[in-house]
């Protein structure tokens, strides 16, 4: 566990950090004068040359790169007509039923020896590597996900983005990309998708057409079918990770500095609740993960989430999940329902994985009764955005109460928003730290007390900048002071840009 406070602080903070960047920071030398090129001078008739020169030089360079490029998609084709035949074969001939419990080495030599029979009957010769390929596609096929298979098996894909059979992106190192995974057509991504959802007992059709579910190994999975989705399926995979990144891995990634986490630990360690706020994709959740770990081991912990993400460290943890309806409409147990069964299980900490609706009366009022110390995420822009948003929730949610009172709920019952972002070179940073103070009047006061700072844009459209203290000292100050947590002055000192 991340026991900074047993530690002597590192010097090593974004100060330096900051400086590293700034060290990799070139200056941006002026852009070179352009003198016009002799030619260019020299008149239309020289004009007119050099373009179709240009002309000519294009032609050629597509023409050199067709050849290969048309060779390449005419074995794709073949290899493709390959398995289609093949598979209807292993269909035919296979026990379905017996597939689940076949061992894995028998149903590949199965494969293998149906497909070498089905080879020879069509005439077709194979390379060692493509044979391969075949038969570990069949496998996919006819016992896993069909050629999402190799996406589920690399661990360096975190996200997965199917839309429709002929484009799949995914996320790697906080890139997204387009991979080369096709589906034969939208019936084939169809089937892929009922095997998904059928194994986990849900149903996806005309009358249902979309479904959010979570898979076996805990991957978040979502689909979406035609008519709703206009060019085929749209499928969703958000990848588990086993390996939950901690508050160590994320100070090292430059997700937050060492100050900050330092403060962080305080607020959680005495129970102030927080808020992470966000985009989609932009961290929440991981953020929400990492700040548990500073929950004491003795405390007991219920987590409430629509798709549990959360892999708490702690031994004492209650997990909750929400259930949406059945194809009849009925036995659906919302967050709320959660939420309202867990107040009455004795917890000392609720979490909710994320608050969207009409459960945020409750978690409000949880925070304002005796359970300081949760936490939730909520899909906001900033601070204030996050304020906003819960607000329309609670007017959403049908309660009948003045703006005003709204607000002095939620100034009374939050302590801390912690906005995460995915910034635009892919990387995931803590923006800002914003702890809310009280009501002046009609509006909610906030303070900020550490934030990252942007400086530019370096190489390869790598973000620039370092996290900074604003300079406020926290509000809660005396509160860290009296549970035995008492920061370093500094902490709150701004660091300069260098
Ligand atoms: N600081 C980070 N550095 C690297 N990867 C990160 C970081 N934070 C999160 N990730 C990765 O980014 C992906 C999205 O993270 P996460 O699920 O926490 O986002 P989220 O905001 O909760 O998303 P959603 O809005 O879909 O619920 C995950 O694969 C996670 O492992
Ligand atoms: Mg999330």
Redo the contacts with the bound molecule.
């Keep these: 566990m991340f026991k900074r406070f047993n530690r002597t602080r590192r010097t090593t903070g974004p100060a330096s950090s900051a400086a590293a960047e700034k060290a990799a920071v070139r200056p941006v030398s002026p852009e070179p004068s352009r003198k016009p090129a002799p030619e260019a001078a020299a008149g239309p008739a020289n004009l007119a040359a050099r373009a179709e020169t240009a002309r000519t030089f294009a032609r050629r360079r597509a023409a050199a790169q067709a050849a290969p490029d048309d060779k390449e998609r005419r074995r794709r084709e073949k290899l493709n007509e390959i398995k289609v035949e093949m598979h209807r074969r292993l269909l035919d001939t296979l026990n379905l039923a017996a597939i689940d419990d076949a061992p894995e080495a028998d149903l590949k030599a199965e494969i293998a020896a149906i497909c070498s029979e089905g080879l020879q009957e069509m005439g077709m010769v194979l390379n060692k590597e493509e044979r391969q390929t075949l038969h570990q596609e069949l496998y996919d096929e006819v016992k896993g996900l069909g050629p999402l298979e190799p996406l589920l098996r690399d661990d360096t894909v975190?996200?997965i983005l199917v839309n429709g059979p002929h484009q799949v992106y995914v996320?790697r190192g906080?890139k997204l990309e387009l991979s080369d995974v096709r589906f034969r057509d939208e019936k084939h991504l169809q089937r892929i998708i009922d095997k998904i959802v059928s194994a986990v007992g849900r149903r996806v059709d005309e009358s249902n057409p979309y479904v959010d579910a979570r898979l076996k190994d805990g991957s978040?999975f979502n689909a979406m079918i035609p008519p709703i989705a206009v060019d085929g399926s749209l499928v969703s995979i958000?990848?588990f990770?086993k390996e939950?990144?901690s508050v160590d891995?994320?100070v090292r990634?430059?997700?937050f500095s060492e100050e900050m986490a330092l403060y962080l630990q305080a607020a959680v360690a005495t129970r102030l609740n927080v808020i992470v706020s966000?985009?989609?994709?932009?961290?929440?959740?991981?953020?929400?993960?990492a700040l548990s770990s500073f929950i004491d081991n003795s405390e007991r912990i219920l987590t409430i989430e629509d798709t549990a993400?959360l892999q708490l460290q702690q031994p004492h943890v209650g997990r909750m999940e929400s259930r949406p309806p059945n194809v009849e409409g009925k036995g659906a147990v919302t967050q709320r329902d959660c939420l309202r069964n867990a107040l009455r299980m004795r917890p000392d900490r609720i979490i909710v994985g994320?608050t969207r609706g009409e459960e945020v009366i409750d978690m409000l009022q949880a925070m304002n009764t005796g359970h300081d110390g949760s936490m939730t995420?909520i899909?906001a822009n900033s601070a204030r955005d996050a304020v906003s948003r819960l607000e329309n929730m609670v007017a959403m949610a049908g309660i009948d109460m003045p703006l005003k009172a709204v607000r002095q709920q939620i100034a009374s019952a939050v302590n801390l928003i912690v906005q995460?972002s995915?910034l635009q070179d892919g990387?995931?940073?803590m923006l800002s730290i914003t702890e809310i103070t009280g009501m002046e009047g009609e509006i909610i006061t906030m303070q900020e007390v550490f934030r990252f700072e942007r400086t530019g844009l370096g190489e390869g459209g790598k973000v620039l900048g370092h996290f900074t203290a604003t300079g406020v000292r926290s509000f809660y100050s005396e509160r860290f002071r009296q549970w035995g947590y008492e920061l370093p002055p500094d902490i709150y000192e701004p660091v300069a840009a260098q």
Excluded at 278 to 289: A, D, F, V
């Design positions: 975190s996200d996320e906080g978040r958000r990848k990770k939950k990144l891995d994320l990634f430059g997700a966000g985009g989609t994709g932009s961290g929440k959740t991981t953020t929400l993960n993400e994320e995420t899909h995460v995915r990387s995931r940073r």
